[in-house]
Each structure stands twice: as C-alpha cells, then as structure tokens.
C-alpha cells in the first residue's frame, strides 16, 4: 500500500511487470509439465486473488472500478457491440481447438486475464497517469496494453497474426478507457475481456480459410472487429464526461 499511495504509476508498471513476466515463465512451466495453460492459470488465479484482496483491504473498489455503472445500460446501447465484436468471428467456423479439460484451464485463466488486464491498465495505470495528464493516461494505458502482446511473440506467436492483435489491442485499448470514463466502472470492460478471450478457443473461421486462405480471412475478421470498435468508440466518446471517483 505505501508504494500504492506514493506513486501509482510506479505501483501499475510494477503490477504490469510481475504479470508479464511471470504469464510467460508459467507457460514454460506448462510446456515442461505436458499440461497447456494450467501453470498459467494458477498463476493468474493466484494474482487475481492478491489483488481483488489488496483493493477490497485497501477500499478501492470505486477507485478502480469495481462498481456499479454511473449511465444506464440504455445510454451504454446495452453494450451489444462489445457483444458484437467478441462474436463476429464466431460467424465464420466454430469448433473445439483443445480438449475439454484444457478448454476449462484455459476458459477459467482467461477469466482471469480479463480481470487482470482491465483493473492493471484501467483501474491503476490509467488513474494514476490522469492524476497529471486526461489525455496522456488516455494514450499511454491504451498503447501499454497494446504493446503488451508483442510479448506473445517471444512464445513463439507468428508475427503476422501478432501485429493485428496489436493494433485489435490499441482499439480496444482506447474503447475501454472511453467505457471507463463514461461509466466509472471497469464491470463490462471486465465482462467483454474475459468473453472475448475465452471465444478466441471456439472461433476457427474455418468458412472463410477454406475459400480466401487463412491470411485474407483473418484480416476480413479482424477488420469487421475494428470497425465496429471504432463506430463504438466514437459513439461513447460523445457522451457526456464525468469525474471519476477519488480514493
């Protein structure tokens, strides 16, 4: 906590380092023991419990966002392009990628991540940039979220398909800062994170592959994600502003 309450900032990078890091020490440790993502998701279940407990210890649920949302779900167009958006790619193939007990491993990590992912950038590093600078917490958390998953490619995640998780990452980046400004509540950002990692095992696009090839096909479906992110982005950024809660 006192590291919490003399720079934020500083406490965000140190939480972002200790995720990165450790995620990607975890997946060795489960190529090494033969079982897909069960280190990783101890690791994550364990860090979402210390934080969770860090933050309701400490009374920073409203802080960051754990809370109640400010507009009605109406203003928000219910948020069914964040619903949108997770399940386009469902349209086009779906199917198992892994087996049910390491479905489950990977479903409840990524629940994780979600949670995660969402109260590190939003709940922490961006509050704590916006203490000095709107804008820059703005861009700065949206972009240190994007940056993030260049990680993957130290995992052996080709670089193609990596680049346009990145830029997917920056636009949904931005659309959760702007959600999180609206509403002061990270509880859909948090939702949508989770259910769009999990769908990411079920969605093989398989329709398009078989008849524009992987590549083209990837990018159609990264490109109807994009922009229906963008059209909500814009919407959500018209709505009126309000002041975050304080400590």
């Not at 998701?41 to 309701?56: E, H, K, T």
């Not at 670089?159 to 931005?174: I, K, M």
Request: charged residues 15%; glycine residues 6%; contains cysteine.
């Amino acid at each position: 906590m006192k590291l919490f309450q003399k720079n934020e900032v500083l406490f965000a990078v140190l939480l972002i380092v200790i995720y990165v890091v450790g995620s990607s020490v975890m997946q060795s440790v489960s190529d090494a023991v033969g079982i897909a993502f069960l280190a990783e998701m101890l690791f994550n279940l364990l860090m979402s419990a210390v934080l969770l407990w860090f933050i309701r210890k400490n009374r920073l649920s409203d802080y960051v966002g754990l809370r109640k949302p400010e507009i009605s779900a109406s203003k928000m167009l219910y948020y069914i392009p964040l619903l949108l958006i997770a399940a386009a790619p469902a349209f086009f193939g779906t199917g198992m990628e892994f087996s049910p007990v390491i479905s489950l491993l990977r479903t409840v990590m990524m629940i994780c991540v979600g949670f995660l992912e969402e109260v590190i950038f939003r709940g922490f590093l961006f509050r704590g940039i916006a203490k000095n600078s709107l804008k820059r917490a703005v861009v700065i958390s949206s972009l240190t979220f994007a940056v993030g998953h260049f990680v993957n490619l130290l995992n052996g995640s080709d670089l193609f398909s990596n680049t346009l998780q990145v830029v997917y990452a920056v636009a949904v980046g931005f659309l959760m800062v702007f959600i999180f400004m609206r509403t002061s509540s990270l509880l859909a950002c948090i939702a949508f994170h989770a259910f769009n990692n999990c769908l990411t095992a079920f969605t093989t696009g398989k329709f398009l592959i078989d008849r524009t090839g992987e590549k083209t096909a990837v990018l159609i479906m990264a490109g109807i994600q994009l922009v229906i992110a963008g059209a909500y982005l814009l919407y959500t950024a018209k709505l009126p502003e309000r002041a975050l809660p304080e400590q």
